[in-house]
């Protein structure tokens, strides 16, 4: 009998809608797939995920769109830990999370919360992040912090810091800063420092890095259901079906995914796919097979 694999992180994209068109995104400039995922979807794919909750090291809301958009995200949030699913992270641009979202958000006890911040300088920060506001997202993350201390809560709080050329000199300073303000012995807060890149998203030519790709355990699953091969591929032109037709680890279950996206003639000349490719060929080995 096939072993199907489990995924240890899952990553959720509600929607590839977003309130910014940052200058490292692609989703901008794509249509497809805004409309947010239905509730019943969700409930299917955190129903069947629950069964092996124990084995998902991070339940990931936020891909490539901005999760809270989604109004119900807080409920969602609570439904995983309802369940068993208690590792959730909430990657958000941190616009929206004004004091009354952010309370409902730690009631729903998510396992760490990122915010997004790349620059203290609301000049840079803004020709980053275009369309949102320093000043507020600034405002707002201190106050998810305050709030988090006040009802002593057990989320983790991160900020995420994506490194480029416009901010790469004040990188010690915003470390300094955050860090002096997060709980980083308690909770295990955390300042994450990536940088940047897009990979090209396909084009060799607009690629800002050529590392492989790390994530050959991660399932992306895009606001449609369909499950994409790379969290990159938000349109999921390399696919391993619909978690909204088929059960989720059917989904997630193809034994050998490197010669199952080998013999996919799509991908040949592809830039992201070389990465992962290159992942698996530096592992030397097959994907790890759980039983």
């Not at 409309?35 to 969700?42: C, E, N, S």
């Not at 790349?118 to 803004?126: I, L």
């Not at 900020?159 to 303000?181: C, D, G, H, M, Q």
């Amino acid at each position: 009998m096939t072993a199907l694999r489990v995924p240890h992180h899952i990553f959720i994209d509600l929607s590839t809608a977003c309130n910014a068109t940052c200058v490292m995104c692609p989703t901008q400039i794509d249509s497809d797939r805004k409309k947010l995922m239905t509730d019943a979807l969700f409930e299917k794919i955190a129903n069947e995920a629950s069964v092996f909750a124990p084995e998902i090291d991070s339940f990931y809301f936020g891909v490539h769109g901005e999760p809270l958009i989604d109004k119900h995200l807080e409920q969602k949030v609570a439904r995983c830990s309802e369940l068993g699913i208690s590792r959730t992270i909430v990657s958000t641009n941190g616009s929206l999370l004004d004091e009354r979202r952010a309370i409902a958000l730690l009631a729903a006890k998510p396992w760490i919360v990122v915010v997004s911040l790349e620059s203290m300088s609301a000049d840079v920060y803004e020709k980053i992040r275009v369309g949102l506001n320093h000043a507020e997202v600034v405002s707002n993350l201190k106050r998810l912090i305050q709030i988090r201390n006040e009802t002593q809560s057990s989320s983790r709080i991160a900020v995420r810091f994506i490194t480029s050329e416009w901010n790469a000199a004040e990188k010690p300073e915003f470390l300094n800063y955050w860090n002096s303000l997060l709980d980083t012995t308690g909770r295990v807060d955390y300042v994450e420092t990536d940088p940047i890149h897009n990979w090209g998203y396909g084009d060799p030519h607009a690629s800002y890095g050529t590392s492989p790709c790390p994530h050959t355990e991660l399932m992306t699953i895009l606001s449609d259901g369909a499950v994409s091969a790379c969290c990159l591929d938000y349109k999921a032109i390399h696919h391993f079906g619909n978690v909204a037709d088929q059960p989720l680890r059917v989904a997630s279950g193809l034994v050998d995914v490197d010669k199952a996206l080998r013999a996919d003639p799509r991908i040949r000349g592809d830039h992201v796919f070389d990465r992962l490719m290159q992942r698996f060929e530096s592992l030397g080995t097959k994907t790890e097979i759980r039983h």
